[in-house]
């Protein structure tokens, strides 16, 4: 019985190989492939192949305007971001805190999660269909009272404050949740005993509710100051166009741009390479700064 | 009346919350306008939060032609296979995990882990697909993100919480793992399934960009890169020229693409009540193990 315990055990090993096996392949390949941002790449020679560049590739990129402004480009939607997006939820979650009857602040949460749930193509179509500057359905409104239209989506400075619109449209709601959550762990005693005293409520919004979420506030914000070079692909590329390239070019759209457009290998690669460099010492040193705040760290 | 003054902020409150949600909303419902419009309607820019010449010819359309047909079957096809294996992947990895008679199972979820906060970025995993000759394969889409390191952790968590003993006893009655596994945790574990499931079936059906890398044979469209794709042509059209003629494409009237972006929209609607609150319980989850 022993032995067959034992036999079996190796169905464990035999189970948990085939998950391994691609998080190998498709995982961990790929970081050992990041080598080929040092070579001459040519994937007919391939990996073993291909002759070794040093850092020839780094300084071709680092050469390259357009790696700077994709550069550029990440920190400025990111730093806005961080400016606009990150509150966006806080003042959700405040707002919704206030709603006393329970049907209409469960009706208000639904429908401003809805968004979270739809593909980022799917919000581009509704965006189109909305903000473009002859058809949509914002501009024909305003050209049929006699204004002149806005340019949503076609001039880059007016482009940038849609990217955070859209963002915020998708994400805030969703965002209220965890801000909720820590909301209810407030002791209600303390609320009581702020009327009692003759608090109002912005008083008890201002001493109670605000201290009660502030280290949610604090591990959310050092999160995303920590993955200020990261930058998803699907919002900047959908939203993306030629009139807007100067802003709407980040690192993603780059790597995409020249490495696989392109069929630049090497140098998507070594973009990608040093967007994580910088990236990781982003995220150590919020981590660092996390530990010495709130003495747990985000990891 | 001092009633009444005291309870304005609450007033306005409810009242920016109504403009907040009402815009949640209105898009949809703008885009769903134009898809039961006609054609001529929506054109001529008639169509605001009412259907203007009522039809459902785009829906007909959008069903007849062939080509979005097929994405759509393709998606569907894609979304329930990729649901299936990323499931059966992470089973597989997650319970050796919670059992205490596998040795290494901490230096298992290192490995598995160290994904969460490293990858070899969109380039070198693009090369390794070609290399490996998956390009225009699905299965491209399915095998790079059918781990997902994120739904692995919460489903080990999960499966630690089925009493030891109950397995414990199985294997003195001569029980095999692989027999405990099938017969008697995944029985139990029916809710965080469904749950992980959801993540994956949700994940998939929305995204693009992978498709966008890895197919360029017009028969492995997903619905979501063939909208991606009208998307940018509609923002650029000297773009459509060169992208277009590529993708063998051609325009889209608006009110048939308004169908098919309703068409996109419809499981998520349609799921979008147990959505709710399975993603909910998942962010919880996160955030106690983060």
């Known amino acids: 019985m022993r032995t067959g315990r034992l036999r079996s055990i190796r169905q464990l090993y035999l189970l948990l190989s085939v998950p391994l096996l691609v998080l190998f392949v498709f995982s961990y390949l790929p970081m050992i492939g990041l080598i080929i941002a040092f070579q001459d ?17 780094f300084k071709e990129i680092f050469r390259m305007p357009s790696f700077w402004a994709a550069l550029r480009n990440t920190f400025l939607l990111n730093g806005l971001n961080l400016a606009v997006g990150f509150p966006a939820p806080i003042i959700l979650a405040l707002m919704l805190n206030e709603v006393r009857g329970k049907g209409i602040k469960r009706t208000f949460q639904s429908t401003m999660y809805l968004p979270h749930f739809l593909s980022w193509a799917i919000i581009g179509s509704l965006a189109v269909e909305l903000l473009a500057d ?28 849609t990217y955070q619109g859209i963002w915020i449209w998708q994400n805030a709601g969703w965002g209220t949740i965890i801000y909720l959550s820590s909301l209810t762990a407030i002791n209600p005693e303390l609320y009581e005993a702020a009327e009692v005293d003759g608090a109002g409520r912005w008083r008890k919004i201002w001493s109670i509710t605000l201290p009660g979420i502030s280290s949610t506030m604090v ?56 967007q994580s460099v910088v990236g990781l010492f982003f995220l150590l040193t919020a981590n660092t700064v996390a530990r010495k705040l709130t003495d747990t760290g985000i990891w | 009346m001092t009633r009444l003054l005291r309870r304005w902020p609450e007033a306005l409150i409810i009242l920016f919350l109504t403009v907040a949600a009402l ?24 169509v605001g939060f009412w259907p203007v010449e009522p039809t459902l010819n785009s829906f007909r359309e959008v069903f007849k032609d062939s080509s979005v047909l097929q994405s759509l079957v393709f998606s569907i096809y894609l979304t329930v296979a990729f649901t299936v294996i990323a499931m059966a992947l992470t089973i597989a990895a997650a319970y050796p995990l919670t059992r205490p008679e596998l040795k290494g199972r901490r230096f298992f979820t290192t490995v598995i882990v160290i994904t969460m906060y490293f990858s070899g970025g969109i380039l070198p995993l693009y090369v390794l697909i070609k290399t490996l000759g998956l390009l225009n394969s699905m299965w491209s889409l399915i095998l790079p993100i059918a781990v997902s390191p994120y739904n692995l952790i919460i489903l080990k968590t999960s499966l630690m919480s089925v ?19 099938i017969q008697i945790i995944l029985p139990l574990s029916m809710p965080i399934i469904a749950t992980l499931s959801l993540f994956y079936a949700v994940g998939r059906w929305n995204m693009f960009q992978d498709a966008l890398f890895y197919i360029s044979n017009a028969k492995l469209y997903t619905l979501q890169l063939k909208l991606a794709y009208i998307v940018i042509n509609n923002t650029s ?45 998942g962010v919880m989850l996160g955030s106690v193990k983060g």
């Open chain 2, 163 to 181: 009493p030891d003993s109950i397995t414990e006893s199985a294997l003195i009655d001569g029980a095999s793992y692989f027999r405990i596994l």
């Open chain 1, 219 to 274: 591990v959310l914000l050092i999160l995303q100051v920590g993955r200020i070079v990261n930058i998803s692909f699907e919002q900047p590329y959908i939203m993306g166009n030629d009139l807007v390239r100067d802003f709407a070019d980040v690192i993603s759209t780059f790597v995409y741009r020249m490495g696989i457009l392109s069929a630049r290998y090497n140098v998507g690669a070594a973009a990608g390479l040093f």
């Open chain 1, 41 to 57: 790449y040519n994937i007919f020679k391939g990996f073993f192949g291909s002759k070794w560049a040093g850092l020839a590739v």
């Open chain 1, 134 to 161: 002859n058809t949509g359905l914002v501009n024909v409104f305003i050209k049929s009272h006699g204004g002149k239209i806005i340019p949503f989506l076609s001039e880059r400075w007016r482009w940038l404050f």
């Open chain 2, 23 to 46: 815009t949640c909303l209105l898009p949809l419902v703008h885009e769903l306008m134009m898809a039961i419009s006609s054609n001529d309607a929506v054109l001529s820019r008639k």
């Open chain 2, 237 to 281: 059209p000297e773009v459509f020229q060169l992208e277009g003629a590529a993708a063998g494409y051609r325009i889209v009237p608006a009110a048939i693409t308004a169908a098919t972006v309703i068409v996109a929209t419809m499981p998520i609607l349609i799921a979008y009540p147990w959505l709710q609150r399975y993603f909910i319980s």
